[in-house]
C-alpha cells in the first residue's frame, strides 16, 4: 500500500505540472508562439553564421594560399626579383589578413609573413611580423614567434632586445617545448652582455634540467670555455 500510495503522488505531480503547462499555453497562446518564432529564427540566425564563417575563412584560406604558391614560383628568378616580389607578396597577404576576422588567414598570417622574411634574411622585417603576431596571439605558434623575433635581434646585432625576448620566453612561457634553448640563449645573450655570473646560472640550468637535451651538451662546451665548469651529477 505505501509504495502505491507513493506512486500515486508521483503520478499526480506529474499530472498536475503537465495540466499547469497546457494551462498556460492556452493562456498566453500569442506569447508562446512569439516565443516558439523567436527560438526557430535564432536557431536559424546561429546556423547561417556557423556557415558564413565557415565559408569566409575558407574563402580567405584559399586566397591567402594561392597567393602564397604564385610566390613560391619566384624562387627560380634571382635574388632581387625575388625580394622584389616578396613585397608585392606581403602586401597581398596583408590585404587578405585586413579583410578577415576569424579563421586560420586571421589567425596566423603575420606568422606566416614573418616566416617570409626570416627566410629572405630580412629580419628588421621578420621580427616586426614576428612580434605582431606574438603580442595578439595565444596559440601553439606564439612562443616561437617570440623565439624567431629573438633571434632575429641577434641577426641584427641588438643583443639587447634579444635578451629583453628571451626574458620574455622565459617568464610567460616558462613550460614551453623550447625551455631548454630559451635557457641556452640566455646564457648566451648574458655572455655577450659580459655577465659571466648569469651566463653560468643559465647553462647549468640546462645542464641540469634537461640533461639529455642537445642544448646541455652545447651549455657543458661553453662552460668549459668559460673555464667555470664544475662537475654535475649525471
Same mark, same amino acid.
Given at each position: 500500500?505505501?509504495?502505491?500510495r507513493?506512486?500515486?503522488?508521483?503520478?499526480?505531480?506529474?499530472?498536475?505540472?503537465?495540466?499547469?503547462?497546457?494551462?498556460?499555453?492556452?493562456?498566453?497562446?500569442?506569447?508562446?508562439?512569439?516565443?516558439?518564432?523567436?527560438?526557430?529564427?535564432?536557431?536559424?540566425?546561429i546556423?547561417?553564421?556557423?556557415?558564413?564563417?565557415?565559408?569566409?575563412?575558407?574563402?580567405n584560406?584559399?586566397?591567402?594560399?594561392?597567393?602564397?604558391?604564385?610566390?613560391?614560383?619566384?624562387?627560380?628568378?634571382?635574388?632581387?626579383?625575388?625580394?622584389?616580389?616578396?613585397?608585392?607578396?606581403?602586401?597581398?597577404?596583408?590585404?587578405?589578413?585586413?579583410?578577415?576576422?576569424?579563421? &586560420?588567414?586571421?589567425?596566423?598570417? =603575420? *606568422?606566416?609573413? !614573418?616566416?617570409? $622574411?626570416?627566410? /629572405?634574411?630580412?629580419?628588421?622585417? #621578420? %621580427?616586426?611580423?614576428?612580434?605582431?603576431?606574438?603580442?595578439?596571439?595565444?596559440s601553439?605558434f606564439?612562443?616561437?614567434?617570440?623565439?624567431?623575433?629573438?633571434?632575429?635581434?641577434?641577426?641584427?646585432?641588438?643583443f639587447?632586445?634579444a635578451?629583453?625576448?628571451?626574458?620574455?620566453?622565459?617568464?610567460?612561457?616558462?613550460?614551453? &617545448?623550447?625551455?631548454?634553448?630559451? =635557457? *641556452?640563449?640566455? !646564457?648566451?645573450? $648574458?655572455?655577450? /652582455?659580459?655577465?659571466?655570473?648569469? #651566463? %653560468?646560472?643559465?647553462?647549468?640550468?640546462?645542464?641540469?634540467?634537461?640533461?639529455?637535451?642537445?642544448?646541455?651538451?652545447?651549455?657543458?662546451?661553453?662552460?668549459?670555455?668559460?673555464?667555470?665548469?664544475?662537475?654535475?651529477?649525471?
Amino acid at each position: 500500500m505505501a509504495n502505491g500510495r507513493e506512486i500515486k503522488i508521483q503520478r499526480n505531480i506529474v499530472e498536475q505540472g503537465m495540466m499547469a503547462v497546457l494551462n498556460f499555453v492556452k493562456s498566453h497562446r500569442r506569447l508562446v508562439l512569439f516565443v516558439f518564432i523567436g527560438s526557430i529564427l535564432g536557431i536559424t540566425l546561429i546556423i547561417a553564421s556557423v556557415v558564413y564563417i565557415n565559408n569566409d575563412a575558407e574563402k580567405n584560406l584559399v586566397a591567402f594560399e594561392t597567393v602564397l604558391d604564385e610566390y613560391r614560383q619566384s624562387y627560380v628568378a634571382s635574388p632581387d626579383d625575388r625580394k622584389k616580389n616578396l613585397d608585392k607578396t606581403v602586401n597581398k597577404l596583408n590585404e587578405i589578413i585586413d579583410s578577415s576576422y576569424w579563421g &586560420y588567414v586571421n589567425e596566423n598570417g =603575420y *606568422y606566416i609573413i !614573418g616566416t617570409l $622574411y626570416y627566410n /629572405e634574411n630580412k629580419h628588421k622585417e #621578420a %621580427r616586426d611580423y614576428f612580434l605582431r603576431f606574438a603580442d595578439n596571439s595565444s596559440s601553439f605558434f606564439t612562443p616561437l614567434a617570440y623565439q624567431q623575433a629573438a633571434i632575429s635581434s641577434e641577426h641584427l646585432g641588438d643583443f639587447k632586445r634579444a635578451l629583453e625576448l628571451y626574458s620574455i620566453l622565459e617568464k610567460e612561457y616558462g613550460d614551453s &617545448y623550447l625551455i631548454d634553448q630559451v =635557457y *641556452y640563449n640566455l !646564457g648566451r645573450m $648574458y655572455q655577450k /652582455e659580459k655577465n659571466l655570473f648569469k #651566463a %653560468r646560472e643559465y647553462y647549468k640550468k640546462v645542464m641540469l634540467e634537461f640533461p639529455q637535451s642537445f642544448f646541455a651538451n652545447s651549455s657543458k662546451s661553453r662552460l668549459l670555455l668559460l673555464g667555470a665548469h664544475e662537475d654535475l651529477a649525471e
